[in-house]
Structures are given as structure tokens and as C-alpha cells.
């Protein structure tokens, strides 16, 4: 549901843009926006958790984001969209560090279970095309927004019963840090993120606009071909969390994730056309493959007590920092072309196989901090 909502506003831009009159730059900066609070809110969150659990977090999470969504469906004006989109990106910022330190706490700290983990974001990642996109070709944009911020709230009540282990079983268990691991995941994180929001942002339009010129059609239509390639991702992040529970380091599945993916960025700039669908397939597959490693890697490289923090310095870099993807993917489009903006993609991930490297070369961490509490 984080990511429905998160992806929501690219899946409905054309309609949106002629309503309001915004070109790909404006709501390319509004994107950064929420995007950037999704990621600076996840600082404060991450403190949070560590000092008052993530049962509570969760419920501000998932009703705020709601009443955020409602909002959005509801703006007179395009100033009040993009308050109403921070409120809801500020919302959103809480469930990552929350969600996953409580994953941590509760389960074993293996590659399946934060490839089960990613692949159901994933899923929500892949849906929101479509789901979002149908509904505004069904119903209109703001039919669309407010229908999933109904789902948002009934999803908050559910959470209410949320089994969560105390905060004391959480400082019982064993683990240190290993800081300078972490720094240079922290820098992969911030470039990976940027390619993230960029290729979520524009790739619905992209595909809108290479194979029809009805903005209705094309709403729907990119919607459902966006989530289709991600759907693939899917397949990438189970195929990581295997390799690393085959005895293949973490770090060196980020970097193969990383690194393979700058060839499909590239040729969806230069390529893009009746291709476009394999070619963002193939950037699927391996650009989610970071995404259960990464997890991973911060579960071995913070201590449990500050388990939550580690996760709020991770989404900010990845969510926060990484925002600034929208609004380079969208400055590039006005300025060349909209297929160039994937292009540029692929050098913005050059720096994360850098910082990635490193830390392949680096000494393997043992995974002391992988104790859990069991429920």
C-alpha cells in the first residue's frame, strides 16, 4: 500500500498535468517533493522506533497517508496538490524505517525473508501503474486518489492488532555496528535511489506517449505496461535473496544489481521504441535485485538498539536524497527528450557500483546482529 501510493501521482500525470496546466518539469519537482520528505521523514521515524516501538509509527503511517491521499483528491489547486502530496510523502516516510526494524526484530536476518519482504513492495511498486491508471481512465484522477486512500484507512485498522515485541526484548539482543560498511551502502543508496524515482516517475508516461496520443488510452496503457515490467522485479529480488543465502556476499549481489541494469538504462534512451517493454523488463530484474541485500546489509551493520535509526539514515539517502531523480529525469525531458532522461539514468548509477565496489573488497562482516526475538 506504501508503494501504491507513492507511485500513484506518475501512473495519473497526464491527467493530472491537463487539469492543472503542469508541464513534466513542474510535477517532476513535485515528485521531489514527496519524495524528498518520504525520504528526510524517515530520519525522526528511525529515532522513533528505537525509543517508542513500531506498532505506533505504523497506524500515524498508514491513516495519515490516507487522510493525505483524501487531500490530494480534494485540491482546488495545484499548490494545494503539492501540500497535500508532502503530507502524504511525509506520512509514507515512516513505514520503512518501522516496517523493516520490525522485520529485523521478529524474523531471522536471511536473504528470503527480505526478499519476501521486498516482493510484496514490489507487487505494490508494479500495481500502482495499472491500478492507479485504470481508475483515472475509469473514473477521472481524483476518483482514483480517493478510492485508495478508503483502502489506506480500512488497511490502518488491520494494523491495530499488529504483534510487536517490547522494547526491552529488542535491547536483549546482541550485535554491534560497523560503520564504515555502512557509510558506503549509504552512498550506493543515494544514486540507486535517484534511478529509482527517475525511471518510476517518467516510465508510465513513456510509454503512454510512444504508443498512442490518447491521454485516457495512454493513462491506462502505460499503466498496465509499467506494471508489467516491474512485475519482473519480482523474479530479481528472489533470485537475490536466494544467491544470498547460497553463500553469495550481499554487497557483491547489490553490485551485480547495480551494475547490470546501467545496459538497459542506457538502451531504453537510445532504443526505447517497440523494445521498450523487454528493455524496462530487463531493468526491472535487475534493478530490484539490490533491494533485499540492501535491507540485509543494514540489519549486519547496526546494532539492534539502534536498529531503526540504521534504517531512517538507509530510506533517507535511498528516498530522501535519491528524490532529486524526478526532478533530473524531468529537467532532462524538457531539455532533450523524455527517452534521454533514462540515459542519464545510467550515469547516475555509475557512482553506487563505485561505493559498491569498495565494499566488496572490504573484509565480510560477520552477521552477529541477526538474533531476533521469535513470535
Not at 27 to 35: A, F, P
Amino acid at each position: 500500500m506504501i508503494h501504491v501510493y507513492e507511485l500513484c501521482v506518475p501512473a495519473l500525470l497526464i491527467l493530472i498535468e491537463a487539469e492543472f496546466g503542469a508541464g513534466d518539469f513542474g510535477m517532476g519537482r513535485i515528485v521531489t517533493l514527496y519524495g524528498l520528505l518520504f525520504g528526510l521523514g524517515a530520519l525522526p521515524a528511525g529515532y522513533l522506533v528505537d525509543r517508542i516501538g513500531s506498532k505506533r509509527l505504523l497506524l500515524v503511517c498508514l491513516w495519515g497517508g490516507a487522510l493525505s491521499m483524501l487531500g490530494m483528491a480534494l485540491s482546488p489547486s495545484l499548490f494545494w496538490f503539492a501540500a497535500c502530496a508532502a503530507a502524504m510523502g511525509l506520512s509514507l516516510s515512516i513505514y520503512h524505517p518501522a516496517g523493516t526494524a520490525l522485520i529485523t526484530h521478529s524474523m531471522p536476518n536471511s536473504g528470503k525473508v527480505f526478499a519476501l519482504h521486498g516482493m510484496a513492495g514490489n507487487i505494490g511498486v508494479s500495481c500502482a501503474s495499472v491500478l492507479a491508471g485504470s481508475l483515472g481512465a475509469l473514473f477521472g484522477w481524483r476518483w482514483a486518489i480517493g478510492l485508495l486512500a478508503i483502502a489506506g484507512a480500512l488497511l490502518g485498522m488491520r494494523a491495530l492488532t499488529l504483534p510487536s515485541p517490547s522494547l526491552q526484548e529488542i535491547k536483549n539482543q546482541r550485535g554491534g555496528g560497523r560503520w564504515l560498511h555502512l557509510a558506503l551502502l549509504l552512498t550506493a543508496a543515494v544514486f540507486m535511489g535517484m534511478v529509482y524515482r527517475g525511471v518510476t516517475t517518467f516510465l508510465p508516461k513513456f510509454f503512454a506517449v510512444t504508443y498512442t496520443d490518447n491521454a485516457s488510452l495512454g493513462t491506462a496503457l502505460g499503466g498496465a505496461m509499467t506494471t508489467i515490467a516491474l512485475l519482473v522485479g519480482l523474479v530479481g529480488m528472489y533470485t537475490a535473496g536466494k544467491l544470498a543465502d547460497s553463500g553469495l556476499r550481499p554487497p557483491l549481489v547489490f553490485l551485480m544489481g547495480a551494475l547490470f541494469q546501467i545496459p538497459f538504462l542506457l538502451a531504453i534512451g537510445f532504443f526505447g521504441g517497440v523494445a521498450l517493454l523487454p528493455l524496462a523488463m530487463g531493468l526491472a530484474f535487475f534493478h530490484f535485485f539490490t533491494q533485499p541485500v540492501g535491507n540485509q546489509m543494514v540489519a549486519e551493520f547496526t546494532p539492534p538498539r539502534l536498529r531503526g535509526l540504521g534504517y531512517g539514515l538507509y530510506f533517507f539517502m535511498a528516498f530522501g536524497a535519491g528524490s532529486f531523480g524526478a526532478s533530473i529525469g524531468g529537467w532532462v525531458s524538457e531539455h532533450d527528450s523524455l527517452a534521454y532522461s533514462f540515459a542519464a539514468m545510467a550515469g547516475i548509477a555509475l557512482p553506487a557500483v563505485i561505493a559498491i565496489t569498495v565494499l566488496v573488497m572490504m573484509k565480510a562482516p560477520r552477521a552477529e546482529s541477526a538474533g531476533a526475538v521469535r513470535q
